[in-house]
């Protein structure tokens, strides 16, 4: 099963879309297994966002997700990654699909409402980043049948 660190970031927190984030998420049947909601440190957004250092808009996209609250969580289910990025929509919102999250509710890069892990390793890794062992709930649903094949 695949894991994904979500997280809506401060600008979604900011306009009250952590419930539609989650809505969604759970209407495609994925499974929540760990949340917290946090203000995030310059350590842990540097360690979150060490690939892009070095890029222009690295700076803005530190202040950024450290400038209010964000809500973290872990979500996982079969084919989770390519899933739950398909839910958020491409990065750039202009270019996500209709009836995606930055569709919807989004109009600039840098102000893109989610983060979702974009590989399996990654998903991991990220987990592993933002939440201790004992932070993620093992379990399962009565309906998991009817979900997950
Ligand atoms: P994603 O969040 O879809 O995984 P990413 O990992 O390439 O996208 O980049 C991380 C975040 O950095 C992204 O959500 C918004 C910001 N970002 C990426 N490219 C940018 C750009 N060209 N200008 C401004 N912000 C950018
Ligand atoms: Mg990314």
Sequence with gaps: MEHSLVLVKPDGVQR?????VISRLERRG??????KFLQVSQALAEEHYAVHKG??????LIAYIISAPVMAMVWE???AIVAIRQTMGATRPWEAAPGTIRHDF????????????DSPENGEKEAALWFKPEEMVSWSRD????IFE
Excluded at 106 to 117: M, P, W, Y
């Design 143 to 146: 309906i998991d049948k009817w």
């Design 77 to 79: 289910g079969p084919n």
């Design 106 to 117: 989004a109009l600039e890069v840098g102000r893109n409402i989610t983060h979702a892990s």
């Design 30 to 35: 994925l499974r929540l297994v760990g949340a």
């Design 55 to 60: 890029k222009s808009f690295y700076p803005g």
């Design 16 to 20: 009250g879309l952590v419930g539609e």
